[in-house]
């Protein structure tokens, strides 16, 4: 079946660290981005980022840049979004997706991965 | 950055009606469109591209349309099914935005 599995629910505290991860199935994972979405608590949806799995290029949304990381691993067909420090707004479910090839949208995605950052 | 603007915030429908749910770019997008819809609890789902394009197994009582800066996305008789949150996004410049979401609930 094509579809994005990513990691559980994450319960952090504020300046640690996390990684979380979007393992695709199914499909060729270096051939099409993958984009990362955040939607907070009662909130809608927020553009991230896009990474490319075939040479790991990326693009960050203005609002994110340096403050996440998004990588990818070809041989586990994994992409990540991590955190270096966690902040209480940082509390969010975080969404990857596929963009399709033909228009640039994204038509595969995740469930979604919980983040909690409190003290 | 291209704000997008969705109105009303909430539309309350009665099963079997028509619901109307417009987007406005801050700035033309051309035709570089999305619509989502988004259930709760669940990750939101493609309905349509290219401002009226159908996503694969959309039913055909979603219809969107526009091009520029006024976009329109139309469920012909809204099913009960179809009560969800609906997201715009357009592709056209980078960073992709969306819409801050249109609530379709039961009336």
């Known amino acids: 079946e094509v579809q994005l599995v990513q990691s559980g629910a994450e319960v952090k505290k504020p300046g640690e660290s996390l990684k979380i991860s979007c393992r695709a199935s199914?499909?060729?994972?270096?051939?099409?981005?993958i984009g990362w979405v955040r939607q907070m608590p009662g909130k809608g949806l927020e553009w991230m980022g896009i990474i490319y799995p075939g040479d790991s290029a990326t693009r960050y949304s203005p609002s994110f840049q340096g403050q996440v990381t998004m990588s990818a691993d070809k041989s586990t067909n994994t992409a990540y979004l991590q955190w270096s420090s966690l902040k209480a707004s940082d509390s969010a479910r975080y969404y990857c997706?596929?963009?399709?090839?033909?228009?640039?949208?994204?038509?595969?995605w995740g469930r979604g991965t919980l983040v909690t950052v409190s003290s | 950055e291209i704000v997008m603007t969705q109105f009303p915030a909430t539309l309350s429908v009665f099963p079997g009606e028509r619901a109307t749910l417009s987007c406005r770019a801050s700035e033309s997008v051309s035709s570089n469109l999305a619509w989502y819809q988004q259930k709760p609890g669940q990750a939101p789902r493609l309905l349509m591209s290219g401002a009226s394009t159908w996503a694969a197994g959309i039913p055909a009582r979603f219809s969107g349309s526009g091009s520029g800066t006024e976009f329109t996305l139309t469920i012909s008789s809204l099913q009960s099914e179809d009560f969800a949150v609906y997201y715009c996004q357009q592709y056209n410049n980078w960073p992709w935005t969306f819409g801050q979401g249109t609530k379709v609930e039961i009336k």
């Open positions: 199914a499909y060729s994972f270096t051939s099409h981005w």
């Open positions: 997706a596929r963009l399709s090839p033909y228009s640039t949208v994204l038509d595969l």
